[in-house]
């Protein structure tokens, strides 16, 4: 009897927060016999742990934040010969969302435009940060959720805000301004 031949059919790659499927299905039994699979998930060199790691051919799996994360997969047939195969996982970020922007514009002009910012990200460990571009020139300030800023002249500003993570993601979005004229 000769072992079992793993294959992992990698390599993989996938978004933070979303299931990326593995596959073990080439792998196969020279005999032909049936195998039995084992996953190692978390890197600890234990396959097939109850509630952490996954059996069968074809798994799903979701890693909650962006990295390369090692991955094995165990055959094993009928008369308990084993083998095995290791691939990495590449895990991509996902840029945040901006879930809220409130204003109270419009305002008067030399008036105080408040700006309340919350943002949204799947990456579990990803830090969020805010920042406006005042003036709609394309320079930004970075600020907090909950910002202000005075407007002197009257006029429509086509005014953005964007919320970003310690990954390089970003998104941008209008933030329209209104000041009256007095």
Known sequence: NTCPLADL???????????VQL?????????GASLIYRWDLDNDGIFGEP????????ILVTYPQDGTYPVSLEVQDSLGKTDRDHVL?????????MSQLLTNSPINEGGVLEVMLQGSDVG???QLNYAIDWEGNGVFENVG???SHRYTE????????KVFDNDGGS???PLPIIINNL
């Open 51 to 58: 509630g952490q790691e996954s059996e069968g051919a074809n």
């Open 124 to 126: 579990v460990e990803d």
């Open 23 to 31: 596959s073990g299905a080439s792998s196969f039994d020279l005999e």
């Open 89 to 97: 996982v590449n895990v991509r970020n996902v840029r945040p969302l």
């Open 9 to 19: 059919n990698g390599p993989y790659s996938g978004n933070e927060g979303q299931a």
């Open 145 to 147: 959720m909950s910002s």
């Open 171 to 173: 998104t941008i979005v």
């Open 154 to 161: 009257d006029g429509t500003i086509s005014a953005q805000a």
